[in-house]
């Protein structure tokens, strides 16, 4: 299973003042969200429920590519950017990529100075590379979604191999393969994605 950790580590150096990225967004959230900004700015932003104002989600939505704050040309009637300037995220960069259906937004903020050209190069492609890694599976086997919706049921183990008619370790064999399947580090993440996914 590929992880993420590293790219995500990568981000979070090139991005001293915190990121966001929503991954494969759909029906209006996204499947896969990570973030590192400070957690006032992360309680203002909920508190005042900017994700229905936020220029650079308006932004990613409407383009492809990468953007700078200042550059966006994008209304900010509520003074977002303003506000996020006192929290530190005085520059800021947007990247979006990925069709309509599936998009991935993500948001990058310095405190220092703007991001040079060649961070956004590098930036873009680090979140194309997430977008593509984490792409939902077409399917899953019929062996794994039958695992799965026994042990979100609330089966054991033991029980749900018995049900299946399969040794435990058949179970959890089925079960990792899953969680692999799905980049999900645990079976309730890989049940809840393969939920989200509309897979089982």
């Keep these: 299973m590929p992880t993420l950790d590293p790219i995500l580590h990568s981000l ?3 991005a001293p003042a915190g990121y966001f990225i929503g991954l494969h967004i759909r029906y209006a959230s996204p499947l896969m969200q990570f973030s590192n900004y400070d957690q006032d700015w992360l309680d203002h932003y909920t508190e005042k429920a900017y994700a229905l104002r936020d220029p650079t989600i308006a932004w990613g939505f409407s383009k492809e590519g990468a ?3 200042d550059e966006m040309g994008v209304p900010d009637p509520f ?3 303003d506000e996020a300037k006192q929290f530190g995220l005085e520059y800021g960069l947007t ?3 990925g069709p309509m259906s599936s998009r991935t937004i993500s948001s990058f903020a310095r405190s220092d100075r703007d991001f040079l050209d060649q961070e956004i190069e ?3 492609h680090l979140v194309r590379r997430l ?3 984490t792409e939902p599976p077409e399917s899953l086997t019929q062996a794994q979604i039958e695992a799965l919706r026994l042990i979100a049921a609330g ?3 033991a029980a749900a191999a018995a049900k299946l008619n399969i040794s435990e370790s058949a179970l959890k064999a089925r079960l990792m393969s899953a969680r692999q399947r799905l980049l999900a580090r645990t079976t309730a ?3 809840q994605r393969a939920k989200d996914y509309r897979l089982m």
Aim: proline residues 0%; glycine residues 8%; hydrophobic residues 40%.
């Design 67 to 69: 953007c700078r704050w």
């Design 79 to 81: 003074g977002l950017f």
């Design 131 to 133: 977008h593509d890694i």
């Design 12 to 14: 979070g150096l090139m």
């Design 95 to 97: 990247v979006s990529c």
């Design 189 to 191: 993440e890989a049940i």
């Design 122 to 124: 590098k930036i873009t």
């Design 155 to 157: 089966d054991r183990h």
